[in-house]
């Protein structure tokens, strides 16, 4: 096994433990409607953690998170899945912890960040409005139109 091969093992084993430990569980991308509603639900997208390190720090200091944020549950996407599925809320950076209620997107908080920062961020984002993702296909420079130019 090589080196690539062991970080993605112990990786795997990490969110095991957060599903079987704090009951974070690990969903595919096909999972997360289900997954999402109702309540607060902090949805950790993680990627590849050779291709983005600070997840494994995101990991390790989301149960804590969550004891401090009353009411917000988690799950983490699938990383296999997390690059691919960034469209849907229009995440530039891995990891990222997208808020949802009851379904619909609140907000996300990009890349490890200090536990301060962590701290007002969700508790702002747990009790903020829904608001539209902001998705490709949003802005004018990704529209069909602006691509055909």
Partial sequence: MNYAEQRAAAFAELLARLAREPGIPTL?????????????????????????????????????????????RAAILDPAQSAEAAERYGID???????LRDGEYIGVIEGMRDWDVYMVALNVLSKAPSQTPPVAGRYPAHSPAARSE
């Fill in 93 to 99: 950076k891995l990891p990222a912890l997208v808020v």
């Fill in 28 to 72: 595919t991308s096909a999972g997360i409607d289900a997954a999402a509603g109702p309540g607060v639900l902090g949805l950790l997208y993680t990627g590849d953690p050779g291709r983005s390190p600070e997840s494994w720090d995101v990991c390790v200091v989301l149960p804590e998170l969550l004891a401090n944020v009353p009411g917000m």
